[in-house]
């Protein structure tokens, strides 16, 4: 008899089997349909979710909703992900987009709605199926998104089954569902242990590692701006975010000016019998995190544990001299709760932050508040993290929201957070590159290889660049764009869309590091200054 998992796999084969030969034109219909019924429904799916977990705040939750249906969306929308996605006729490589096939998602109860929206949209971009499996708490909130999304999809055109859901979910299912012999890649949000046996199941994953994330206030910082930054970032949704705030390390100097900031911003220092009972409450004798304490406000946890704060509170500081074990709230606490040092220094600083990292975050997320471009460089090469936020909240920052990252509910740790990936996960970690490759170099001659372009450049980008060059140089001299004064030391392909956008050119140097879709589209907008 086939299991439950076993029925939803074989109907998301069917059709994503057919889906896998959708047009880009046909695609984005159903990324648009998904679009729309998301952001009709932000608040009713973000306060089902309240309600079934217990967790965070119902206005967040919308924002994290907000997020994940319209940047996530804006952002992947004109990605190519269909066809011939990249040519290079003088080198005679071509590359085509292949979807995986069917993403096994796992859903934590944290962010469900959230992660379950963004999760859809960048599968179905790639042209895969998707079978959800939701963390038993979060349930019915989950497949209440994944039904109306689904029929939304499938109204816009979409193979009916394209998106799946392990209705009655278990430990075992949702093993069984990232070892499935149908499954071809796994994207894995959740606690330590689900990693693990994401990447141990046999099949390509993408799990995150914790986020146990510290931020500094150097002292040249705008200190009010990165007191209400941290203070914004720790208590949004109260600390389900990955990313979110876990040690505040202080720059001795404006420590004093600091504290006040924080009081006035609804910040409870504790004191030494409170601290206790915290402790007590939130992490057993193994240093592991008690499940109850999640996303609940600054006045349950205060009442759980034994004491009272004012109404007003957004967020438990409390005072640490050290990390690791013997000081149990310096892990990922899932929470408004706060640990807070004082260094003198950025360099006594930056090692309080490692210290944070290496217990339980290393590659996640680091936030820095300065206003010295040479401390923020040195923050740049040598922390163990792979986000660098500098004046702005974890939270929002490390998620795309108040940054220029690509929006993503999944950030990769790299391999020091044993993960696969450093990125923000996008639909282009969920398709292969096929490549097309015409011989250069002949075995049994040395006659030069005349080279016929096998497709047009107005298959990929949608116009011929050689016409548009000849169309540029027969019209009226614009005006020159402006240029950057210093030359960049790294361009991405992001850094060339965003100053075409801005009708600027980029300066390079001989040493400047150029990704190959940035130099290839940087090249064909004429964007680049070499100095």
């Known amino acids: 008899m086939k299991s439950q998992v076993d029925r939803i796999m074989e109907e998301v084969k069917r059709a994503q089997t057919l889906f896998a030969d959708f047009s880009e034109e046909k695609v984005n219909r159903i990324i648009d349909a998904i679009h729309t019924v998301s952001m009709n429904n932000l608040e009713k799916w973000a306060r089902f979710a309240n309600e079934e977990t217990g967790y965070g705040k119902v206005e967040d939750k919308v924002i994290k909703n907000k997020v994940a249906a319209d940047d996530v969306y804006r952002y992947i929308k004109p990605m190519k992900t269909t066809g011939f996605i990249s040519a290079k006729p003088e080198m005679g490589i071509y590359e085509v987009a292949s979807p995986m096939g069917i993403v096994a998602a796992v859903i934590p109860s944290t962010n469900p709605t959230s992660t379950t929206i963004y999760k859809i949209l960048i599968s179905l971009k790639s042209r895969n199926g998707i079978v959800i499996s939701p963390h038993p708490f979060a349930k019915n909130c989950i497949k209440m998104v994944v039904d109306e999304i689904s029929d939304a999809a499938v109204s816009a055109g979409a193979p009916k089954g394209i998106i799946g859901i392990i209705t009655e979910p278990s430990i075992e299912d949702t093993q069984y569902l990232m070892k499935h012999h149908l499954t071809n890649v796994i994207l894995a949000t959740g606690g330590l242990g689900l990693v ?25 910082a705008d200190l009010q701006k990165a ?10 949704d109260w600390g389900t975010v990955c990313a979110s705030e876990q040690s505040l390390i202080v720059d001795l100097p404006v420590a004093k000016k600091v504290k006040e900031l924080l009081k006035l911003e609804g910040v409870y220092f504790v004191n030494e019998r409170e601290k206790a009972q915290l402790e007590a409450l939130m992490v057993d004798e193994k240093g592991n995190l008690n499940p109850k304490i999640v996303a609940k406000s600054p006045q349950v946890l205060a009442q759980m544990a034994g004491f009272e704060v004012p109404s007003n509170i957004k967020v438990l500081l409390v005072e640490e001299k050290g990390v690791g074990r013997d000081y149990p709230l310096t892990l990922e606490k899932l929470s408004p709760v706060l640990t807070y040092f004082e260094e003198d220094g950025w360099e006594a600083g930056c090692k309080r932050c490692i210290e944070v990292l290496k217990y339980g975050g290393l590659g996640h997320t680091l936030c ?19 986000r660098i936020l500098v004046n702005t909240p974890g939270t929002y920052g490390a998620i795309g929201y108040t940054t220029n990252l690509p929006p993503a509910l999944t950030l990769g740790c790299g391999a020091l957070g044993n993960n696969i990936t450093s990125d923000n996960i996008t639909p282009l970690h969920l398709m292969d590159i096929k490549r097309v490759a015409f011989e250069t170099r002949s075995i049994t001659s040395k006659e030069p290889i005349s080279l016929k372009p096998l497709i047009s450049p107005l298959e990929i980008y949608g116009y011929d660049y050689k016409q548009k060059k000849q169309v540029e140089d027969s019209a009226p001299k614009a005006p020159e764009k402006e240029v950057f004064d210093a030359p960049f030391d ?33 090249e064909n907008l004429h964007i680049f200054e070499k100095v």
Request: zero cysteines; aromatic letters at 8%.
């Open 368 to 386: 820095i508040h300065s206003q010295d471009l040479n401390v923020i460089r040195e923050f740049a090469l040598k922390k163990p993290a792979f």
């Open 196 to 220: 693990r046996a994401a990447y141990s199941s046999g099949k390509p994953a993408y799990g995150v590692g914790p986020g146990n994330v510290p931020a500094f206030i150097e002292r040249t």
């Open 227 to 236: 007191v209400k930054d941290v203070v914004i970032g720790k208590s949004f």
């Open 490 to 522: 790294f361009v991405s392909e992001e850094d060339v869309r965003k100053a075409k956008k801005e009708n600027r050119r980029i300066k390079i140097h001989s040493k400047t590091i150029i990704t190959p879709s940035a130099k290839e589209l940087g």
